[in-house]
């Protein structure tokens, strides 16, 4: 089997899910071949100094175990956590993706994508994504102290729960669905798995007359997380990508 999560943001200040998590991995460890983390696994990353975050330990602890015992996992940043390196990924045993990345298997092919690319309608929110992605910005801020970083984070964050639930900036948060045709049509109308919006759900779309479907991941909390897991042993088609909860 293979599982899909995103969205989990780890954090100091929410151990419950945390244990979730811990949990989901397990899970993988005895069920899967293979993990695909979609970005926003945490809830920031300010720098590789965070591989000493005391909160982490149990969940760094557990990726390297799932690798050790033969599961491929795989990274792919999210707008939270985009500052992980790939040196970072390799201290876990964990392969980077680019983003969106196209998985390709025997029966079935998948467009992976952490989800904000598709949210053109938010310009600001894009304009701010490319400044942050620039290497040079990044420099810039990775050469502050890491307790300035941090601070910083937490701002970000502020604002932008900020502009997730205020009504007038709602559904600019959410995809645009001409950029989602779009992709649609450049990636051969593979089924498109993403997270990001927070706002779980399977969307069955017709694009030029092609039924493509667009999955949505969860965001997790202290009471429930959740995951895709496919199975390409199911006998039924539309029984193969399915919604789990830990």
């Known amino acids: 089997m293979i599982f899909f999560a995103s969205d989990v943001h780890l954090s100091s200040d929410t151990p419950a899910i945390t244990a979730r998590f811990l949990g989901f991995l397990e899970c993988a460890r005895r069920e899967a071949a293979a993990v695909y983390l ?14 000493k975050r005391r909160a982490y330990q149990p969940v760094f602890k557990a ?23 790939d040196q970072a990924l390799a201290k876990l045993g964990v392969h980077p993706l680019p983003d969106p990345y196209v998985l390709s298997l025997p029966n079935w ?30 420099t810039k801020f990775l050469n502050y102290p890491y307790w300035v970083r941090r601070i910083i984070a937490r701002w970000l964050r502020w604002k932008s729960e900020g502009r997730r639930y205020n009504a007038e900036t709602l559904a600019m ?6 950029t989602v045709e779009d992709e649609a049509r450049r990636f051969g109308y593979a089924t498109i798995i993403h997270g990001h919006t927070h706002r779980p759900a399977t969307h069955d779309l017709i694009v030029d007359g092609i039924h493509v479907e667009r999955w949505v991941l969860a965001d997790w909390s202290s009471e429930r997380g959740e995951y895709l897991a ?3 042993h199911a006998e039924a088609e539309d029984a193969r990508l399915t919604r789990h909860t830990i």
């Not at 491929?72 to 999210?78: D, L, N, P, R, T």
């Not at 948060?173 to 001409?178: R, Y």
Request: hydrophobic share 40%; with cysteine; aromatic share 14%.
């Open 230 to 232: 496919w199975d390409e």
């Open 109 to 138: 092919q998948f467009v992976l994508t952490h989800g904000d690319l598709y949210c053109t309608d938010d310009v600001a929110y894009q304009r701010y994504r490319a400044m942050v992605h620039d290497p040079k910005i990044q």
């Open 173 to 178: 948060t959410d995809v645009s669905e001409a």
């Open 38 to 51: 979609l970005g926003d696994i945490f809830e920031a990353w300010v720098g590789d100094e965070d591989l």
């Open 63 to 85: 990726l390297r175990e799932l690798t050790e015992a033969g599961v491929a996992v795989y990274f792919m940043a999210g707008n939270r956590d985009f500052l992980v390196s």
